[in-house]
């Protein structure tokens, strides 16, 4: 089914194009630091979203728009803090029935969710299990999402891989010649638009990413474990604010000069789980965790020793929103690889990444990952 919700307004997270669901409310005036507010604080008639800390209401309104398949009007009037639709009110009561569920069966972990049921429909799926057909085959333990607390899979411990990737890319000893590195792409989404972006990475740990798109670039940088953006979700165009936790990963995660050179001192609790198939490529599958609590999973090739795959799970209060990044065309570039072709999907947005360029060791000043002063609007 072709969602509505895929054309609305876009904003950049991390370092690369995705949806956003359009705030559920006006926003309040208050005199709190944005990092320290909370839901109602920033918003107006929040209710059964009341604690959670402000910046999470749009990742959790994604949340309910991909389980769900629909677009903010589904649930929201213009003036998005009035309650005239009844799909409002009885999201606030599936929210507290999810919420007693989690807190009397699995100790408040957000084991159901809203797609536990709903599955991509406003109706909840009916818990029939599918007919087997003539391809069925019995489940096996170390199948995609079973035995989470199995053994290790056979094949290469963690360490092993994560080195043998290393090598692949031309070992650490050429990854660490590289001081700063700029990429040049074409990002184009499942409706076909394409738009201009460009990555700036510079060692040991800056970034910064400017996707044209519109009047106005999009930006999003960080400096070490700080950062900031412009027009972003819930913003006017030009103001800058911090940037959030979530979107600090994300544009960390996507940029590989930062992830292969932090990889042992980001990810933790690695372990090898099983052997998948990424399209036509064998790969072995790491689980393990980043900065101590971010899930993630690394599928590298059997073969090349290439990371062919990321998916990580950012958590919010009403479950986790993954994101899955395929890499491929590893390519030589100054003695290092590099791969040029990248897809990224979300549960609201898909984008095809086609890399046109890459420099590296250029001059690039540390002012340029500053945060600027919001212009007057």
């Not at 360490?159 to 000893?173: C, F, I, P, S």
């Not at 394409?194 to 009047?215: C, F, L």
């Not at 998948?276 to 790969?283: I, L, M, R, S």
Request: include cysteine; hydrophobic fraction near 35%; glycine fraction near 6%.
């Amino acid at each position: 089914m072709k969602r509505r919700w895929m054309k609305m307004l876009f904003r950049v997270t991390g370092s690369l194009m995705a949806p956003v669901l359009i705030a559920v409310a006006s926003l309040a005036q208050s005199s709190s630091s944005p990092a320290l507010q909370k839901a109602e604080e920033a918003y107006s008639n929040i209710q059964v979203l009341k604690g959670i800390p402000a910046e999470h209401v749009i990742p959790n309104m994604d949340f309910f728009a991909a389980s769900l398949g629909v677009s903010c009007e589904y649930c929201h009037v213009a003036a998005r803090d009035k309650d005239d639709k009844p799909p409002k009110e009885t999201t606030r009561r599936m929210i507290q029935m999810v919420r007693a569920l989690n807190k009397d069966n699995f100790g408040g972990r957000s084991q159901i969710t809203c797609f536990t049921c709903h599955r991509g429909s406003t109706s909840p799926v009916a818990g029939t299990p599918d007919l087997a057909d003539a391809s069925f085959q019995p489940p096996a333990p170390d199948r995609p999402g079973g035995n989470p607390g199995g053994q290790e899979a056979a094949g290469p411990a963690a360490d092993q891989l994560l080195d043998k990737y290393v090598q692949a890319l031309g070992g650490m000893e050429a990854i660490k010649k590289i001081s700063t590195r700029i990429v040049k792409a074409t990002v184009t989404d499942s409706t076909g638009q394409s738009v201009g972006m460009e990555v700036i990475s510079k060692a040991p740990d800056r970034g910064i990413s400017v996707t044209h798109q519109g009047k106005v670039d999009v930006i999003a940088a960080y400096d070490g474990d700080s950062g900031w953006r412009r027009a972003g979700a819930g913003l006017p165009n030009n103001q800058v604010r911090d940037i959030r936790t979530y979107e600090l990963d994300d544009i960390r995660f996507r940029d590989q000069l930062y992830f292969v050179t932090h990889l042992k001192e980001v990810l933790s609790q690695l372990r090898t789980v099983r052997s998948e198939k990424v399209a036509d490529q064998d790969a072995y599958v790491v689980r393990g965790t980043a900065w101590s609590r971010v899930p993630v999973r690394l599928y590298f090739d059997k073969n090349t020793g290439n990371l062919i795959r990321i998916v990580y799970f950012e958590e919010f209060e009403l479950g986790q929103i993954p994101t899955q990044i395929d890499l491929a065309d590893y390519r030589d570039a100054d003695g290092a690889k590099f791969p040029y072709r990248w897809t990224i999907a979300q549960p609201a947005s898909y984008q095809s990444v086609r890399i046109d360029q890459v420099q590296q060791n250029v001059v690039v000043d540390d002012s340029k990952f500053s945060k600027p002063a919001s212009p007057k609007l």
